[in-house]
């Protein structure tokens, strides 16, 4: 199984950026979609980005559409989340995930399809 760790959260005003980053460790080939989710207090995970095996192909919640941009690094197995013109309910707690098997497209920021997740990097926009 692959290891995931996040990192790049923090605290900024509304109409700021951050870069998530999540490091993929362990077995990790290349192969996997790779995922950003959120969950918000009191809300259910929902799905930001996805990015497909071997990068090809990626999706956006329609939420960050034009905002948000998902890429990855294969030489570093690193994902990117980057993050602007940041709006108060973007506010969440910040999670990678990773799966190996195929997904059609209705699926792929389905929480329920991921096997391997990280622990979550927080982000606060404040307006």
């Known amino acids: 199984q692959v290891q995931l760790v996040e990192s790049g959260g923090g605290s900024v005003q509304a109409g700021g950026f951050l870069r998530l980053s999540c490091v993929v460790s362990r077995n990790y080939n290349g192969s996997y979609y790779l995922a950003w989710f959120r969950q918000a207090p009191g809300k259910e995970r929902e799905g930001v980005a996805v990015?497909?095996?071997?990068?090809?192909?990626?999706k956006h919640a329609d939420s960050v559409k034009g905002r948000f941009a998902i890429s990855k690094d294969g030489a570093k197995a690193t994902l990117y989340l980057q993050m602007n013109n940041l709006k108060p309910e973007d506010t969440a707690m910040y999670y990678c995930a990773a799966d190996p098997d195929f997904k059609p497209p209705d699926l792929l920021l389905q929480p329920r399809e991921y096997k391997f997740w990280g622990e979550g990097t927080q982000v606060t926009v404040s307006s």
């Open positions: 990015i497909g095996p071997y990068g090809r192909g990626t």
